[in-house]
């Protein structure tokens, strides 16, 4: 999750309504609009003292000329996990549960036959 809020975090210094993604090409990757599936890896050195954070986007994004339709403005007021998800409280027991039509939108796919795809 951090290696993910440090690429996100790369917000600050993107431009809105520029199609330029100097300096933050990690975060227009991550929202890029068209791609469809990601895979996330990790690893770590030897001595276990440095670990490498790496993300295969499919298709691929942060073509220059497609920034504008592809890295959409960021909404007016920032939605917190629960909202954005829309979990809702039980009258029962309190607890949070996901809607059904949520849990159809995401899908699991293994890097490797992602990869074998391109």
């Known amino acids: 999750r951090d290696a993910s809020n440090a690429w996100y975090s790369e917000i600050k210094d993107f431009k809105f309504g520029v199609q330029s993604i100097q300096q933050c090409g990690h975060f227009t990757q991550l929202v890029w609009k068209a791609t469809k599936l990601v895979g996330f890896g990790m690893a770590y050195s030897s ?14 994004g942060n073509w220059g000329n497609k920034v504008l339709e592809n890295v959409p403005a960021p909404l007016p007021a920032a939605k917190t996990a629960d909202q954005d998800l829309n979990l809702d409280k039980t009258p029962q027991s309190g607890e949070k549960r996901r809607p059904e039509a949520l849990r159809s939108r995401f899908k699991t796919v293994e890097l490797q036959s992602l990869m074998d795809e391109t």
């Open 47 to 60: 001595d276990k003292h440095t670990v490498c954070m790496v993300a295969q986007y499919y298709p691929q």
